[in-house]
Each structure stands twice: as structure tokens, then as C-alpha cells.
């Protein structure tokens, strides 16, 4: 990489804790370069709630029980699709490895400095793909709501 203020570690997708490295800034008395990591692991207690919220949304993904599945969802996804069945149908055109998979792995989550947490989890597709979901969640009234999931295909052995 170039000059920059910072970099954001990859490292989030492949299971380190994510860092701000700011090496190679120009100025040593720099804040970034003596910033404090923008996540650090999530403890168990967290790492199972997040876990537990992720379940509960594929649970209702499996029942195509769309008003379970959009309840699981952050207020602003729910702003964003406006209805259970369009959320439903926008998961099952755009994220169809998430719809009844034959197998889930949770790696490490993290929770940033925000407050708000990711979860790497590896899913087997149905046809036997292999995906790695990147989800994001807050906690909203005391309960983890998810923000978003980005998937990226992975080799087979990563299962």
C-alpha cells in the first residue's frame, strides 16, 4: 500500500483481531500512529449472544418465516426493506447461502470500539459451496440486531 494515514488490517476476514496500524505515517507524534485498537475480541458471554441472534434469524430463514427473520434485523434494515416478504425476498435472491445451509461454523467475533460486533461464520451451501458470512450486529434495547452480512466464497477445506 501506499502513503496513508492508516490501514485497516484484512485480518478481519481471515480470523485475527482487526488493528489499526498506522506505520507509515509521515509523523511519529501522529494520534493514529498510538491508536487504540478499533476491536478487540468478543468475550463469551457476547461471542454467545451474537451467535444466539445469528441462529435465531437462520432458524426462521430455514421456516421462511419472514416476520422472524425481519424481526432480527436492525431498525435501519428494516426502514431499508420496509416489509418482512420484501426482506425475505431480497435474502433469498441476493444471499441464498444463508437459506438453510447444511452446515454452520462461528469463528471468532469481535466487538468494535462503537459497540457494535462482527461475526465470521463459515456456511455450507445446499449444493455443497462454501461461504464465509461476515455479519454485523448492535445491541438495540438490550438484544443483538443484525446490520448487515457479507459473504465471500471460500475453498472447501475451510469447513
Known sequence: MGRGWIKIS???????ALVVVAADHPRADHPARTAAPVAVAADTAERSAVIAAIDRQLAALARDDAAAAFA??????????????????????????????????YGPAW?????????????????????MAVYTLEVIDGQHRITGCFLFDTPAEAV
Open 72 to 105: 432480527m434485523a436492525a431498525p435501519a434494515l428494516q426502514a431499508r426493506f420496509g416489509t418482512p416478504d420484501r426482506f425475505l425476498r431480497m435474502v433469498h435472491h441476493a444471499y441464498p447461502a444463508v437459506i438453510r445451509p447444511v452446515r454452520v461454523d
Open 10 to 16: 484484512a485480518s478481519l476476514l481471515i480470523g485475527t
Open 111 to 131: 466487538r468494535l470500539a462503537d459497540g457494535r460486533f462482527v461475526q465470521r461464520t463459515i456456511l455450507q451451501t445446499r449444493k455443497g459451496g462454501v461461504v
